[in-house]
């Protein structure tokens, strides 16, 4: 409501008003507080993600500016020009949204830091408590398995070639909490599920059916399989990481990097918001980014 009185007034007052009461009818101003009203409700409303569509169409706040600018020159006879702190504003605007941009790629979650030492992803959840990691692991028998598929959301996969005779998953429950006692209760309640119908072994968790606040709660898989198995991977929120292998292997990743390595199968990956590698590949490849990097 205060950008949209700020517009109102900016269009309704002569040379005087205006001069004299800058601050209560900025067109600048008023455009940004509509701006953000209006597309943080339809955020609350589920219609578009705030802080990518902020991220993304940015420049039409300046278009708009620049339009009511064109607008006040013929309306006011030239008489109102820029403003000092108008310059300056659009100046932070433009700060802000390139700002929201990177922000909406990397999604808090995963967020990357510049000043972080190392590959390691930082999280929002290191913000909020201490870091408790458990274990799980569990050895399946290989016995006529064709496929794998693997599902998971906010967590790393990474999957090699080994044995021939068994597929080994570990699964690392990562967990923020102010104690190890509540960080426990929660890591208790994630279980790995595996499934296996026909030739296909099926691997995930069920922390879909769990109410866990996705800053505070991470499930890694680390996974040894036989070389000639294909894999299925999804993943969300994590990156996911393939070494060699020998047979088919496709990957859909989203908010996180993938890397494929010494693989010598038909390759795909699509992948959103994240980097996409491929390296020392024998054999077909497709890749797919969305607002990402490809190398390959």
């Not at 894999?231 to 929120?237: D, H, L, P, T, W």
Request: negative net charge.
């Amino acid at each position: 409501m205060l950008g949209l009185l700020k517009l109102v007034r900016h269009f309704s007052w002569d040379v005087a008003r205006l001069s004299q009461r800058p601050g209560k009818s900025s067109l600048l101003s008023g455009l940004f507080w509509t701006a953000v009203g209006a597309i943080g409700l339809l955020h609350l409303a589920g219609a578009l993600g705030g802080l990518t569509f902020f991220g993304l169409y940015w420049p039409f706040l300046l278009v708009l500016f620049g339009l009511g600018k064109i607008i006040d020159y013929y309306r006011l006879r030239g008489e109102l020009q820029f403003r000092a702190t108008e310059v300056i504003g659009l100046i932070l605007i433009i700060l802000l949204w390139v700002g929201s941009y990177h922000l909406s790629r990397a999604h808090l979650p995963l967020l990357r830091l510049p000043f972080w030492s190392g590959d390691s992803d930082f999280g929002i959840g290191d913000l909020l408590g201490e870091k408790y990691a458990w274990t799980q692991e569990e050895s399946l028998s290989a016995a006529s398995l064709q496929t794998i598929e693997i599902n998971n959301i906010y967590g790393d996969i990474r999957i090699q070639g080994g044995s021939l005779e068994s597929v080994d998953v570990r699964l690392t429950k990562e967990v923020f909490e102010a104690s190890e006692e509540e960080a426990k209760v929660r890591a208790d309640q994630v279980k790995l599920l595996t499934e296996q119908a026909g030739g296909t072994l099926y691997l995930k968790t069920n922390r879909e059916d769990l109410d866990l606040d996705k800053n505070r709660f991470k499930s890694h898989f680390e996974i040894t399989i036989p070389p000639l198995v294909a894999v299925n991977v999804k993943n969300a929120y994590g990156d996911v990481g393939i070494s060699g292998l020998e047979a088919p292997c496709s990957i859909e990743a989203l908010h996180g990097d993938v890397m494929v390595e010494n693989h010598s199968g038909e390759l795909q990956i699509q992948n959103e918001y994240g980097r996409a590698t491929a390296r020392n590949i024998e054999g077909g490849i497709r890749l797919e980014s969305r607002r990402g990097t490809v190398s390959a």
